[in-house]
């Protein structure tokens, strides 16, 4: 029962911490304006079944992200046979089936099929070139698709946490579910339509040319746009006006983009290049001046201004009849980057903040009377012992809500029911070692010794049933969602905090104990 000195600091240092991270937790406001500012001021973030908030699960359309990369291979495949005067059939798809997963087309000149076997296999090296006949087929390397489905998806939340970020929201809880899906929740939102009407936008931006040899239209099924341009809405005019198909600068490589104030104090977008996408951008205007340039996101036309001059600054600026709720959005949207594919919402649910009040008091009611009747059990069944214990189980709780502070941790109704379930394994140990020292009280053993071989004795079983739940939980972490991970977390913090209060704590209070004589006992 010997105490080092530097263990002795140790336990105190740590017990003065944690009550020190957990009292902001604990104590009115009006209390901790009174302690100095560089004590810490954290408290436990309330998910969104306590706080109440909005729940959105998000489809990604993976179809169209398939779609759209065997598009690029094939105007990739377009491109480079025209450059090498390689003829190919007029019937030339301008769209993939979605059900296909290749490209198909036919070549005009059978003599060429060698040198387009070549061309078309610099393309991608992702792609398998075959030819039979004068038919073409350019099939993926399995596997690359079901990548490139994957990587959506990630580039998709990266994109859906920085919008939900821009926005000023805080502590959103952004996780994947399944190949397909990302379920969002943000706690204190009660009104998720603007988040949504954000969300739901690719935010694809491109830059092209206006086709001046073709009319704007008021029906765009009764027009038939030139070959090599494309009709689009215009919202400012209200009618459809032509666009060249090919993209001069593409969106992507934007880097940032804000709000700002034109002459006349009207909302306006500013942006800004990167170097390729300045360089191009300089090219496009210098090479165009007097033309109209078509600024097209998510296929409606936003602005199409006429080029003055040659802009070669690398940034510029879009201008319109903006609101200003509608200028910041699209500056937010341009930031934050273009989604790889669009976002469906498939169930969207919005918690009350006052179930989450009921919520919470049902958890803290639940959690004080299971710790009320362990603390009562212990003392009834273990005298000087069981309130040793007790105190290690009140120490567990100020500690935990310590770590769950420290750490940010976001605390939902199953971590309530964690925490709970922490206060009844608190003692599971302390049981553990009174039993031991009863036994060895029985064999005739002194006391001094009786203790001290129950606290070493027992310590193989409390590290194995310790560690035993930990793995568990650890595996709930890894392979739950959402509130199961909350539960997983108070109890792998709550595990770790009970052995150090079970074995540690209470071995150094009965060490303090037995250095002042005082008298404890153990009922046999």
């Not at 031991?436 to 010794?449: A, L, N, S, T, V």
Request: overall charge neutral; hydrophobic content about 45%.
């Amino acid at each position: 029962m010997n105490f080092p000195k530097w263990k002795e600091m140790l336990v105190i240092f740590i017990c003065a911490l944690g009550l020190v991270f957990a009292l902001p937790n604990i104590l009115p406001q009006r209390f901790l304006n009174m302690f100095p500012s560089w004590l810490p001021d954290q408290k436990v973030n309330l998910g969104l079944d306590l706080r109440g908030g909005a729940h959105i699960l998000l489809e990604v359309d993976l179809i169209s992200v398939r779609a759209d990369y065997l598009n690029q291979v094939l105007d990739a495949a377009r491109n480079a046979l025209r450059k090498e005067a390689i003829p190919y059939a007029p019937n030339f798809p301008k769209a993939i089936a979605r059900e296909q997963e290749q490209v198909e087309f036919d070549l005009k000149d059978s003599t060429k099929i060698g040198k387009a076997k070549i061309v078309l296999g610099m393309i991608d090296p992702d792609f398998k070139v075959e030819i039979t006949g004068t038919h073409v087929t350019l099939t993926p390397m399995p596997g690359i698709l079901q990548r490139r489905e994957s990587d959506a998806v990630d580039r998709s939340i990266e994109i859906v946490r920085k919008r939900v970020d821009e926005t000023g929201t805080r502590e959103a809880s952004i996780q994947r579910q399944g190949n397909d899906r990302i379920l969002l929740q943000i706690p204190g939102l009660q009104d998720p339509s603007h988040v949504k009407a954000l969300l739901g936008r690719t935010a694809k931006m491109t830059f092209r040319l206006v086709d001046e040899n073709a009319p704007e239209v008021m029906d765009r099924k009764k027009a038939v746009a030139p070959v090599g341009s494309i009709y689009f809405e215009s919202p400012e005019s209200g009618k459809f006006i032509a666009v060249k198909k090919h993209i001069l600068v593409g969106g992507e490589t934007l880097t940032d983009a804000g709000l700002g104030y034109d002459e006349y104090n009207r909302p306006e977008v500013s942006f800004k290049f990167n170097k390729i996408g300045a360089k191009k951008f300089g090219e496009a205007t210098r090479e165009n001046v007097g033309k109209r340039f078509a600024i097209i996101l998510d296929n409606e036309i936003i602005s199409a201004p006429v080029i003055q001059t040659p802009i070669t600054g690398g940034s510029g600026r879009i201008t319109g009849d903006f609101s200003l709720e509608k200028a910041r959005d699209l500056a937010l949207l341009l930031r934050a980057g273009a989604l790889p594919a669009p976002l469906t919402v498939i169930e969207e649910k919005t918690v009350g903040p006052d179930l989450g009040a009921d919520s919470i008091h049902s958890g803290i009611m639940a959690t004080l009377l299971s710790g009320l009747f362990v603390l009562v059990f212990m003392f009834l069944w273990y005298s000087s012992f069981g309130l040793i214990a007790d105190i290690a189980v009140m120490a567990n709780l100020i500690l935990l809500i310590a770590g769950l502070s420290c750490l940010q941790a976001t605390l939902t109704l199953p971590g309530i029911a964690g925490i709970a379930l922490t206060v009844g394994m608190a003692v599971d140990a302390n049981v553990l070692i009174n039993e031991r020292i009863k036994e060895y009280i029985r064999k005739g053993e002194k006391w001094m010794k009786a203790v001290e071989a129950g606290y070493d004795l027992a310590m193989t079983s409390i590290v194995d049933t310790n560690l035993n739940t930990i793995i568990g939980m650890m595996c709930l972490y890894q392979f739950g969602t959402g509130p199961v991970k909350g539960f997983a977390i108070t109890t792998i913090l709550g595990t770790i905090i009970s052995f150090f209060t079970s074995t540690t704590l209470t071995r150094y209070v009965v060490t303090i104990l037995m250095k002042l004589k005082y008298r404890i006992s153990i009922p046999m």
